[in-house]
């Protein structure tokens, strides 16, 4: 751990908004725009609803692996904050296309705070996953010729 610099310690604000433009072009627009998303005027197809079932998990592990691999240093917290951001402006963006008052009731900041949860914790691991395969693979370094 000694080897690894200073700034690999510290919170990396740079970081935090380039994985939340990597959620936003890579995880919230093809959830959205695809048929039957919030965005799409189309009807939900099979393809669809399998395709917004398995990225709405998997896209959050993915997108913060590849954040937490192609950063220098240590880049855990950063994708978690901008996922938590994302899930914040994914609230505000269906209270705005349904043009709904923002309620608060016991069971919508029950929902908010499982969402939250989920989120964090699959940003969390892909992280994590994106940080462990880059020590593995500077640990072999370049390959022979």
């Given at each position: 751990m000694s080897d690894m610099p200073s700034t690999s310690?510290?919170?990396?604000w740079k970081w935090v908004w380039i994985s939340l433009l990597m959620y936003v072009a890579f995880y919230f627009f093809p959830l959205t725009l695809v048929s039957g998303g919030m965005l799409s005027s189309g009807p939900v197809t099979k393809?669809?609803?399998v395709f917004i079932g398995v990225w709405s998990f998997a896209g959050l592990i993915i997108i913060s692996a590849v954040a937490g691999y192609i950063s220098k240093g240590v880049t855990i917290k950063e994708?978690?904050?901008a996922a938590v951001g994302l899930v914040i402006l994914s609230?505000?963006?269906?209270?705005?296309k349904f043009n709904a008052a923002m309620?608060?009731?016991?069971?919508?900041?029950?929902g908010l705070v499982v969402a939250l949860a989920v989120v964090?914790?699959?940003s969390l691991a892909g992280a994590g996953f994106?940080?462990?395969l880059q020590k593995v693979i500077q640990s072999k370094g370049p390959e022979p010729k």
């Open positions: 310690k510290k919170f990396q393809a669809s609803a994708p978690v904050v609230f505000v963006a269906v209270q705005i309620h608060f009731t016991a069971m919508g900041v029950l964090a914790g699959l994106g940080e462990l």
